[in-house]
């Protein structure tokens, strides 16, 4: 009865680990602007592109965090929002897309554009970031984390849980199976 238990027990937390492990989760597709890019002018929006089709609770928002003076001289800012207006892009057939209206007139600068997505289908949540510059090239620190600054990362609730379920169902089901090898109390 209680090997019977074991394994059961072993088998539905391996099961739902593996399960999570195989979600379809929104991943970066494109943007516009590029992640790394530099222009000669600013965009009046960015748009940016996932694989899954994404939920409304979905949100995108882009950032300042170094402007240039007219003077030459460099302001760092904690980062500060630069986006009027933000939402899935209708245009996008497949509700794939993420787009964020700028303020007019931006300054040159580095800019960074961070989201955070939710999918449909599967409420499988991803978020992640990158930088462009405006008038200005992406410093090369920044474009060496990841690919020309683009950063993306499941959202997990508790760091390794997934981990924990795959092992743990692995080993409830080893003690189930080998549960007649183990030493009895007199």
Known sequence: MVR????????????????DLFQARPHFVSSLPEPGQSMTSPPTAVTVTFSEELSPESTISVLSTVTEKLSGELSYSGGEKVNTTSAIDIYSPPNRSLKAILQLDLPNGLYR?????????????????????VGMPVPDHILREGTDSLREKDFEYEEGWRASALGGGFIFIFIGLFWKQFPRRA
């Open 4 to 19: 019977t238990l074991l394994i059961g027990f072993g088998l539905i937390m391996f099961v739902f680990g593996l399960a």
């Open 113 to 133: 554009v961070d989201w955070n997505t939710l999918a449909v289908k599967t409420q499988a949540q991803r978020f992640g970031s990158f930088y462009f510059g």
